[in-house]
């Protein structure tokens, strides 16, 4: 399956979700809305500022969707730029044959496995500044999994978290918890996992590392994140204070990665780092990111520093699959956790056990592009991320 399936999938929602209101007009002239030609006559000096106002913030959303978005005209070369400084993942698929994979469903989306790693490496084990490997044989594992589900129309985004601990069969190394087949056999064995896991065929697999996220995470001005209680210090964990926080990427950063503080350790970690992303979404698409354009250069920049994607990714899928995506509103991203089935005790191992029944009914609606259906038959029993996190 090409990222490029439904091209311009989401040219069937409704207006109000493009990127550009109509009301404002993409050229710069008021559309067939509320200021039309009598407002702008009785204050002429400020429609001027309106439209001066709307070109330049039009501009700075093309230039960030440049990146994935397509290359257009004069600006072709800035995308292809951006889009080739985004590391490549050679071999990151299992070598097994296609009869043992899940096979793909037609018109179904596209899945990707996001594996995020807490290597606290000095230097970056990702993106284009990569000085460490990613992947060391017995050394690396990875702190984080999400499936990343994009809806064939790109409607909608569905995340669900794999914790870490969670165990599985790894192929040719038994039971063992997910993150230890990264160890054992980097980005393939991950993916093998994940499929055998869960029956779902991924397409595609993107690797950062947290401390990749400090530099995005600054490079948009910082993310507000709310605590809803104050958490007291425990061991190394850090006291947070109730109220929001303005977190810079240092911030953000122990804020993630913390778990000794939290009831639930891992799973309510997995919450943290989802209410990260969303905040570090919501602040990317606010317009004090993307109409300052040095701030917009140097987000554009510190994605292909921090980031490394499979090198089943062309930069022409990278850009048309985020034009693909132009409508997408952080209401339209949700987050879960995979179903919990309990805490256990294996081979002096703690680990989080799946709910199978659950999981099983998840993983189908994912693998077959129902997670609008899935997500209204399941809103009060599935572990969506709410407002409140700890």
Known sequence: MNAREHEDGAGGRPESLSLFDERDG????????????????????????????RRVLIWTLTALLVLVGGGIGGIYWTAEHYASSVERIPGAFPSVPESAQPQPVPGAGLTFLLVGLDARSDVPTTGGQAKAPAWREGASRSDTMMLMHLSADRGSVSLVSIARDTWVAVPGHGMAKINAAYSWGGPPLMVDTVQKLTGIRIDHVAVIDWNGF???????????????????????????????????????????????????????????????????MIQTMNAGTLGNPGRLTGLLQAVGDVVSVDDRLSNTDLYDLGWSLRGVRPDDVRFMNAPFGGFDSIDGQDVVKLDQAASATLWEAVRNDRMDEYFAQHRTTSDTLGESVR
């Not at 407002?39 to 001027?48: L, V």
């Not at 204070?241 to 993630?256: F, I, N, P, Q, R």
């Open 26 to 53: 993409v050229d710069g002239r008021p559309g067939d809305g509320t200021d039309g030609a009598a407002d702008e006559a009785a204050d002429e000096g400020r429609g001027r500022r309106r439209r001066r106002t």
């Open 214 to 280: 400090r530099k995005l995470t600054d490079a948009v001005g910082g993310v507000d994140i709310t605590i809803p209680q104050t958490i007291e210090a425990k061991g190394d964990a850090r006291e947070w204070l109730k109220g929001t926080h303005h977190m810079s990427g240092d911030e953000a950063l122990l804020y993630v990665r913390e778990r000794h503080g939290l009831p639930n350790g891992d799973l309510d970690r997995t919450k943290r780092q989802q209410n990260f992303l969303r905040a570090l």
